[in-house]
């Protein structure tokens, strides 16, 4: 019963008197605190927020998946599939989405000016990894597949996809199957992918970060133009730890099926992803084959020199998590325009005239795939790249997607979503117009869109102020600024100089120690605050010292604190970094990693055992606002190792779970984080051979003495500084709701490509407090 009601009219309880209230003031209060206390409970308004852990494959993000993000922020969860990587939580409260793109910076240049990007770093909690640049970054991000036809959609004849033979004017020479493979008949071996290029199409490859548990098919012949062919098609759903595998199929030369197996996922599923692959939880409730069964009756059907076929096979290798050297992927043997793929659908129909992925049919088939993509491999091995190049499938394709386009926008009653459908047309479905602010310079398919609202500005600075007074007025805005990259030999410098940094802030000497020291003793001590990677006795002085390499910066940082000044084997010893160029800044950097929005709430542990999840679950009650637990792996062996980070709501939530944990009941060592996660990755792929013994310096090249004493204001290093402040203010004039990213592209060049870096957040976003479990 209402407290005031219960005063005023209600009936008292038998043999309790009523109490007047001494005066009304009195009344009136406690009124006013039950008015208060109603409230309380009150269901918040919902808000629009994104998931805590991120899905992406080591932390990567793929210019098609933030593609899928922003079409379902256009469109929302009735008309386009969810995104694969991530969770956007009540899209309608969505008021509108902004995306600032950096042009002519990366990953790199974000941590090699971690400092003075002191706003982007603080504000934005969810940032991962971008794929080295193409060469229309902007248009592959909004799924633009070709430039926009400013004609009358509704005026084009209606028709099916013509046929190959039809007579079109065509310069064979400049098809890039042609400019890949020459105009003559290839070889099994001339189709299969080099290292370098599965390395650059994200194949697992051994020795590789990602791969750390993957198991490799152990095909090592020798591979010859009549080498088996293998064709092979896996079917994915989404679980709390990405996708997933749920069907294999593997098809022999012959076109025999020689495995059809379904799965069942070791995590929970999210989405069995039906309209796709077919499966449904009835189906997978009763399977009981494993990831490792499907894995091992794999390694002995293969024959040592074995050629796996399949369609952005790449996928179908990390859904398997196998290493297989000899692949040929289709959708490259196939070579588009523009980096850009053909659909395994439409090839089938193109090349070898038949249907596959029918519509009536719920989900594909992934043996009638797998048999498929056999086909095509066959096809171009026995007519050769000109016939290919006859075919004219770009001019094809084409004519498909503007006839689909133009039904598109002719349905007016229904938003019908396509999987190729650009940002740009699901904006035009919903009556609305892009805006994308640029400098002069800068050219991109975007700017003759038809439905874009384009400004072209004469500086960085007039992109600013345009912004600031165009921004409010569009629901979907693109805000491009220009940099100045340094050369590339300057750039390749600069790598190298970050991975040394982040090795010699990762390091430690301590001593001095007595000449009678249990190092065995010492060594247990050391590798109790994180993995090690090397450790060295160093006698260049009068007593023994340690040298100390850890994996993780938390374990270097906490040894230090740990150590320092403290007595060890009778001895007061010091724990401290080596001191360079590269490590005098190291105390103010820790610091700011520690604040860093991505840190915020975040620990580190040493100590754990394999248990601990389970222990951590069991007693989930002492650790309120636990988001995620991140349980890295043996990159060898595959097995847990003894550290792990645990993502909670609150800096206040991980302070209190912190100091439990280091407790006498759970005995670890511990403090905040201070590495991202998509940092973590990428430091983990430092090659060995790049490594220099600590503590040796590094003299700057005279060109980058140079250019740190000529600094123009768009150099990187000002632009960090300027930029950053500048977008903030930006930021915080954005309406509650509005979906942020900031994009640093990558660069690319003749000497290499550095992945680039995305930021993202919510104005005013309510964070989630689901726990997640990564590896």
């Known amino acids: 019963m209402d407290p005031e009601r219960e005063r005023s009219g209600g009936h008292p309880k038998k043999g309790r008197k009523r109490r007047r209230a001494p005066n009304m003031l009195v009344g009136a209060a406690e009124a006013m605190r039950a008015r208060r206390d109603l409230e309380e409970r009150q269901p918040e308004a919902k808000k629009a927020r994104l998931s805590t852990i991120l899905f992406a494959e080591n932390c990567e993000v793929t210019h098609d998946q933030l593609c899928e993000l922003l079409k379902y922020a256009v469109l929302g969860k009735s008309s386009v599939p969810k995104p694969s990587w991530c969770q956007l939580f009540h899209q309608n409260h969505l008021n509108s989405v902004v995306v600032f793109v950096l042009q002519g910076m990366s990953q790199l240049h974000f941590y090699r000016f971690y400092l003075e990007f002191g706003f982007l770093r603080k504000a934005f909690r969810h940032k991962f990894r971008l794929p080295p640049p193409s060469s229309n970054f902007l248009a592959d991000i909004i799924g633009l597949q070709k430039k926009q036809t400013t004609g009358d959609l509704s005026k084009m004849v209606e028709g099916s996809?013509?046929?190959?033979?039809?007579?079109?004017?065509?310069?064979?020479?400049?098809?890039?199957?042609?400019?890949?493979?020459?105009?003559?008949?290839?070889?099994?071996?001339?189709?299969?992918?080099?290292?370098?290029?599965?390395?650059?199409?994200?194949?697992?490859?051994?020795?590789?970060?990602?791969?750390?548990?993957?198991?490799?098919?152990?095909?090592?012949?020798?591979?010859?133009?009549?080498?088996?062919?293998?064709?092979?098609?896996?079917?994915?759903?989404?679980?709390?730890?990405?996708?997933?595998?749920?069907?294999?199929?593997?098809?022999?030369?012959?076109?025999?099926?020689?495995?059809d197996e379904l799965v069942k996922p070791d995590n929970k599923i999210l989405d069995y992803l039906t309209s796709f692959s077919g499966i449904t939880k009835k189906i997978l409730n009763p399977v009981t084959t494993k990831l490792k069964d499907v894995q091992r009756h794999l390694k002995a059907l293969l024959p040592p020199d074995a050629v796996l076929v399949g369609h952005s096979l790449d996928l179908d290798l990390r859904a398997l998590k196998m290493i297989h050297p000899y692949v040929i992927d289709t959708s490259l043997l196939y070579v588009r325009e523009q980096g850009r793929r053909f659909k395994l659908k439409f090839l089938a129909k193109a090349v070898l005239g038949k249907d596959?992925?029918?519509?009536?049919?719920?989900?594909?088939?992934?043996?009638?795939?797998?048999?498929?993509?056999?086909?095509?491999?066959?096809?171009?091995?026995?007519?050769?790249?000109?016939?290919?190049?006859?075919?004219?499938?770009?001019?094809?394709a084409s004519h498909q997607e503007l006839l689909a386009t133009g039904q598109e926008l002719r349905n007016t009653a229904e938003i019908v979503y396509q999987p190729k459908t650009s940002v740009l047309e699901c904006l035009d479905l919903m009556g609305q117009k892009l805006l994308f602010l640029t400098r002069e310079a800068e050219t991109s398919e975007l700017c003759s869109a038809r439905n874009c609202q384009t400004i072209k500005c004469l500086s960085n600075k007039e992109v600013l102020e345009q912004a600031r007074v165009e921004i409010p007025l569009f629901p979907f805005s693109i805000v491009q600024f220009s940099f100045e990259p340094f050369s590339p030999n300057l750039t390749e410098e600069m790598n190298k100089r970050m991975r040394l940094k982040w090795t010699e802030m990762s390091t430690v000497y301590a001593g001095p120690f007595s000449k009678n020291c249990n190092l065995r003793a010492l060594k247990r001590l050391f590798k109790s605050f994180g993995p090690v990677r090397s450790m060295t006795l160093v006698l260049?002085?009068?007593?023994?010292?340690?040298?100390?390499?850890?994996?993780?910066?938390?374990?270097?940082?906490?040894?230090?604190?740990?150590?320092?000044?403290?007595?060890?084997?009778?001895?007061?010893?010091?724990?401290?970094?080596?001191?360079?160029?590269?490590?005098?800044?190291?105390?103010?950097?820790?610091?700011?990693?520690?604040?860093?929005?991505?840190?915020?709430?975040?620990?580190?542990?040493?100590?754990?055992?394999?248990?601990?999840?389970?222990?951590?679950?069991?007693?989930?009650?002492?650790?309120?606002?636990?988001?995620?637990?991140?349980?890295?792996?043996?990159?060898?062996?595959g097995k847990q190792k003894r550290y792990c980070f645990l993502k909670f709501k609150t800096f206040g939530s991980a302070q209190r779970a912190l100091n439990?944990?280091?407790?006498?009941?759970?005995?670890?060592?511990?403090?905040?984080?201070?590495?991202?996660?998509?940092?973590?990755?990428?430091?983990?792929?430092?090659?060995?051979?790049?490594?220099?013994?600590?503590?040796?310096?590094?003299?700057?090249?005279?060109?980058?003495?140079?250019?740190?004493?000529?600094?123009?204001?768009?150099?990187?290093?000002?632009?960090?500084?300027?930029?950053?402040?500048?977008?903030?203010?930006?930021?915080?004039?954005?309406?509650?709701?509005?979906?942020?990213?900031?994009?640093?592209?990558?660069?690319?060049?003749?000497?290499?490509?550095?992945?680039?870096?995305?930021?993202?957040?919510i104005k005013d976003e309510e964070e989630s407090t689901t726990p997640n479990m990564c590896a």
């Open 161 to 259: 996809l013509p046929s190959a033979s039809s007579k079109v004017s065509v310069n064979l020479q400049n098809d890039p199957v042609i400019q890949k493979y020459g105009s003559k008949k290839v070889g099994l071996t001339r189709c299969l992918l080099t290292k370098e290029e599965m390395k650059t199409f994200h194949f697992p490859l051994q020795g590789f970060p990602d791969c750390e548990n993957f198991v490799p098919t152990k095909c090592n012949g020798s591979v010859t133009d009549s080498s088996p062919l293998f064709g092979l098609d896996c079917e994915m759903c989404l679980t709390s730890k990405g996708r997933e595998l749920t069907r294999i199929s593997l098809v022999a030369e012959g076109g025999c099926c020689v495995m």
């Open 660 to 761: 439990i944990l280091k407790g006498k009941d759970w005995k670890l060592k511990g403090r905040h984080a201070l590495t991202p996660r998509h940092l973590h990755a990428w430091l983990r792929g430092l090659p060995p051979e790049s490594r220099r013994p600590p503590g040796v310096r590094v003299i700057p090249p005279p060109s980058e003495q140079q250019a740190l004493q000529a600094l123009k204001m768009d150099h990187p290093k000002i632009a960090a500084w300027r930029w950053g402040r500048k977008i903030g203010k930006l930021y915080h004039s954005l309406g509650p709701g509005t979906l942020c990213l900031i994009l640093l592209p990558g660069t690319k060049s003749t000497h290499g490509s550095f992945s680039g870096l995305g930021l993202m957040g």
């Open 356 to 396: 596959i992925q029918c519509p009536d049919r719920l989900g594909h088939d992934a043996t009638e795939d797998a048999r498929t993509t056999l086909e095509l491999a066959r096809y171009f091995l026995k007519y050769g790249p000109r016939k290919i190049a006859e075919l004219n499938l770009e001019a094809l």
């Open 540 to 637: 260049e002085t009068h007593q023994p010292h340690l040298c100390i390499q850890y994996e993780v910066l938390e374990a270097a940082q906490l040894a230090i604190e740990s150590l320092d000044g403290i007595l060890v084997e009778g001895a007061c010893i010091k724990v401290q970094r080596p001191v360079t160029e590269l490590t005098l800044d190291s105390n103010t950097l820790v610091n700011e990693l520690e604040q860093d929005s991505e840190n915020r709430g975040t620990i580190y542990l040493s100590g754990v055992s394999e248990t601990f999840k389970e222990h951590l679950l069991q007693q989930s009650n002492l650790f309120l606002g636990l988001e995620a637990v991140i349980l890295p792996k043996d990159l060898k062996s």
